[in-house]
């Protein structure tokens, strides 16, 4: 009966993706096929109704609505150029600065925005006139922007990391926000090793003379006030000040406050982003709401089990996780990171779990691959969005890409086979015993 309803759900749902159906709904209708395989149409609609709404019911969903809205406003306020300026500040000795400073400051900012495209648009955009007057190789830049901004999504406050706890049966969002961190600054530091690499290679030199004290003060002080923001929240949520959904109210109220001050945000764009934020929101959480049917059909008919047992019967733990790994990269080149979450962590958190693997590290693992997508052709949002920042073209960036692939595949590696990589700051903190 697994193996039936596995290749009756995937069947349906590649099937109406190839036909340009909403993810949300390939997911509610080939999860209602599955059940209609295995009893009644009565108690299938009543099942698929109930599992829906429990789905969108819990307390800890409303943080993602927040942390939405708390994002778009930083888009808006202002915040990109001062983490930039910081950035540059810090690391323009390096060669190659300019692009060392877009990979610094897309980690940073993808971590307060909470979005790889965004963070690859409004840094790409802010770097870009520099690294065209110092003669910069355009794709090169593109890459390096591109293949940086979804390192800022496994840096908290993340809402892949929030969406993966409610996935996983409440795995706690403090412990997965500490083990974000290592693994978000290793995709950093893989990308900026390539990065300082080409430069050389290409003759970019860093600023020279003496290192700019006075500068790295002002650029400090500029930035405080958005830095202030992931001390205050993730800082709050970790000690058990608030609740996630707590924190990501208060990040709204910092941000709103935040953008005022700088003069981005007016009462006019604070409605355009309050609407934009409400449609992600809601297809977000029904997204949530129907994958809850998914979750259901798979523990009903035992996916999970027989999907372990395929594993663990022909195949030794480290080949079984690389065969995951796989599994995972190749569907994050054609599903976003939310969907793809809730999909497959049904599927893959037994089977690790029988390796003796521990659920937070099991979710970094999969929020690292999928993010990978984010850059990956054919899908590749984040990409083409830094292809298009640079003016420039697939074929002249992918060139560059295959070093920076290769170079944050060795950091997968690291997150998969070193369990100190991700758990390390949560077993030293006291959060994970």
């Not at 355009?138 to 406050?157: D, E, M, Q, T, V």
């Amino acid at each position: 009966m697994a193996w039936n309803a596995l290749w009756t759900i995937l069947g349906v749902m590649l099937v109406f993706l190839a036909l340009g159906v909403p993810i949300s709904y390939s997911i509610g209708i080939s999860s209602l096929a599955a059940i209609l395989a295995t009893v009644s149409a009565d108690a299938a609609v009543v099942t698929a109704a109930q599992r829906i709404f429990v789905g969108m019911s819990r307390f800890s969903l409303t943080a993602i609505p927040f942390f939405i809205l708390a994002g778009n406003l930083m888009n808006q306020g202002g915040i990109a150029g001062r983490l930039v300026d910081l950035v540059l500040a810090v690391l323009g000795r390096l060669p190659g600065s300019l692009l060392v400073a877009n990979v610094g400051a897309n980690a940073l900012f993808g971590a307060i925005s909470g979005s790889a495209s965004a963070a690859a648009a409004a840094v790409g955009s802010m770097v870009r006139d520099g690294e065209e007057e110092q003669g910069y190789d355009p794709a090169l830049c593109a890459a390096s922007n591109g293949a940086s901004a979804p390192s800022g999504l496994l840096i908290p406050p993340s809402n892949a990391l929030i969406t993966y706890s409610l996935a996983a049966g409440g795995v706690s969002v403090s412990a997965l926000f500490l083990a974000g961190y290592v693994p978000g600054i290793l995709w950093a530091a893989c990308c900026i090793a390539v990065a300082v690499a080409a430069a050389g290679r290409k003759g970019y030199r860093g600023a020279a003379g003496k290192y700019d004290w006075k500068n790295l003060g002002r650029a400090a002080l500029r930035a405080i006030p958005s830095l202030t923001l992931i001390v205050v929240v993730i800082g709050g949520i970790i000690a058990g000040i608030f609740t996630a959904t707590e924190g990501a109210a208060i990040a709204v109220l910092y941000a709103l406050v935040l953008g005022i001050c700088y003069g981005n945000i007016t009462v006019r764009s604070f409605w355009r982003i309050v609407t934009d934020s409400a449609r992600m929101s809601g297809m977000v959480v029904f997204l949530i709401g129907v994958s809850n049917i998914l979750g259901w059909v798979m523990a009903f008919t035992q996916i999970p089990q027989a999907v372990s047992a395929a594993l663990l019967g022909f195949t030794s733990s480290p080949a079984a996780l690389l065969i995951m790994n796989a599994v995972l990269l190749l569907a994050g080149t054609f599903m976003d990171v939310t969907p793809a979450i809730l999909i497959f962590t049904p599927l893959f958190l037994p089977v690790v779990e029988a390796f003796g693997m521990h659920p937070v590290q099991f979710g970094l693992i999969l929020v690292y691959n999928l993010c990978i997508g984010n850059i990956t052709p054919p899908v590749g949002n984040t990409l083409f969005v830094a292809i298009k920042v640079g003016k420039t073209s697939l074929s002249e960036v992918m060139p560059y890409m295959l070093w920076y692939y290769g170079a944050i595949l060795s950091g997968l590696l690291l997150v998969t086979f070193v369990p100190a990589v991700s758990l390390g700051l949560p077993w030293l903190t006291g959060v994970l015993k």
